[in-house]
């Protein structure tokens, strides 16, 4: 159930005004392991509760933590004490958010199984779902504990969970077949990184489970430092419509994203990208590539031959493709640029279009965030403006 690691094909930020806020696709060897990196993270918030109740069971360095047994949110945690620490840091001392009424029902869909279908019409930004992990698992364990170890560990962790939560996981579709609970983390599971070294996680949370995949979803996701995962409405969807996420990492080429929907989750994906005649994939696919030319350029603010049709056509080709789940960072990177370029107008549209967009991409905690509302407040103060002032060159100029 191992695949060889992904390398991811975006650039990473080159600028250096914030931490990166994630790594995308950072690991992903383990099969059905949906694409996310969680390392936005506040070490000095106090903990609230107390490490110090006894594992049910280890292996290693590696022990099954339960808490919440008495509830209906009860969470299971297979990973170090170091790390067990942080995710109490983390999950303690959060009220979750009460859920408003579902905008959705799950069904089942031909030839995907279950599916979530809306059941009126949903706004662009409206909350999906909020939710927290019934199940957490180092990540390393699958590589540093043999079979019967690893089996052993995930079955206390699930028979642990209060009953509720137990049925509710085991009722989670599973893709292999062969180690139940194993074969259900592997289809469900999302990447989660506390920070630090040695963080990265996969984290199972059954109420978000039922979302198929598009490679063009309508539904964005991530997960907050909290350990909650949260699911908006990017566009508007009509009562009937089936809500999607995407599994993957969808700039990547049709065929390279389809051989990762088959060999990850047993599925071939007949999205609408997916679906486009040949020729029109090939367009697709020569586009994205160009998205990871120009954004590759843009993301490095020092590089003097960046210009604002570059910017014009990184947007328009993100548009073209329906990336607008994923538009976020561009958005960011055009406000930067255009600010650099002494173009503050501009800068601010842009701005403003990602504190529209990065909340319901990253969360209302991104590092990009505090950034973008600088400019759209005071973009000629901010220390980018006019850095690279931009004026048309004459080719005969160029020369001189
Ligand atoms: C996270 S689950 C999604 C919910 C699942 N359909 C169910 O019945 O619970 C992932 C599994 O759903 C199915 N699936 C998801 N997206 C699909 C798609 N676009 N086409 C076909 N099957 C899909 C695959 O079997 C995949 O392994």
């Known amino acids: 159930s191992l695949l060889e690691p992904e390398i991811c094909p975006r650039s990473p930020f080159q600028f250096s005004l914030v931490p990166p806020t994630h790594l995308a696709d950072g690991f992903s060897r383990l099969r059905g392991f949906l694409s996310h990196s969680n390392t936005a993270h506040r070490e000095n918030e106090s903990p609230g509760l107390h490490a110090s109740e006894k594992a049910h069971s280890c292996r290693g360095q590696y022990c099954v933590w339960t808490s919440g047994e008495a509830s209906s949110v009860g969470m299971s945690v297979v990973t170090t004490r170091a790390n067990r620490k942080r995710i109490l840091e983390r999950s303690a001392s959060r009220t979750v958010r009460s859920e408003p009424p579902a905008n959705f029902r799950t069904t089942e869909i031909p030839g995907k199984g279950i599916g979530m279908i809306a059941n009126r019409r949903i706004r662009k930004g409206e909350p999906i779902l909020t939710a927290k992990p ?85 539904v964005a996701f991530y997960i907050d430092q909290n350990l909650t995962h949260h699911t908006h409405a990017i566009k508007e969807i009509q009562s009937g419509e089936e809500l999607t996420i995407s599994y993957l990492d969808s700039f990547r080429a049709r065929s ?123 973009a000629e103060g901010h220390w980018t403006y006019n850095r690279r002032p931009y004026r048309e060159v004459a080719p005969d100029q160029d020369e001189l």
């Open 134 to 218: 019934a199940v957490l698992v180092h990540r390393k364990l699958v590589d540093e504990l043999d079979l019967d170890d690893q089996y052993s560990l995930l079955d206390v962790a699930v028979s642990e969970l209060p009953p509720m939560r137990r049925e509710q996981f085991l009722a989670q579709a599973g893709e292999l077949g062969g180690h139940k609970v194993s074969d259900i983390l592997f289809t469900n599971s999302f990447q989660v990184i506390l920070g630090g070294e040695d963080g990265q996680h996969l984290g199972n949370f059954p109420d978000v489970s039922r979302f198929n995949h598009d490679c063009r979803p309508n």
């Open 256 to 378: 390279v994203r389809q051989e990762r929907a088959h060999t990850s989750w047993g599925f071939a994906c007949t999205c609408s990208q997916c679906s486009l005649p040949r020729e029109e994939a090939d367009a697709s696919d020569a586009r994205l590539y160009k998205i990871y030319q120009v954004e590759n350029q843009l993301s490095d603010l020092n590089n003097g031959k960046s210009t604002p049709d570059m910017v014009e056509q990184l947007i328009g080709l993100y548009r073209e493709e329906r990336l607008d789940f994923k538009i976020a960072d561009a958005y960011t990177i055009a406000a930067l640029n255009y600010n650099q370029f002494g173009m503050a107008d501009l800068a601010r549209r842009y701005a403003d279009l990602s504190l529209e967009q990065g909340p319901l991409e990253h969360g209302t905690h991104a590092p990009d965030i505090e950034v973008m509302r600088a400019i759209l407040e005071d």
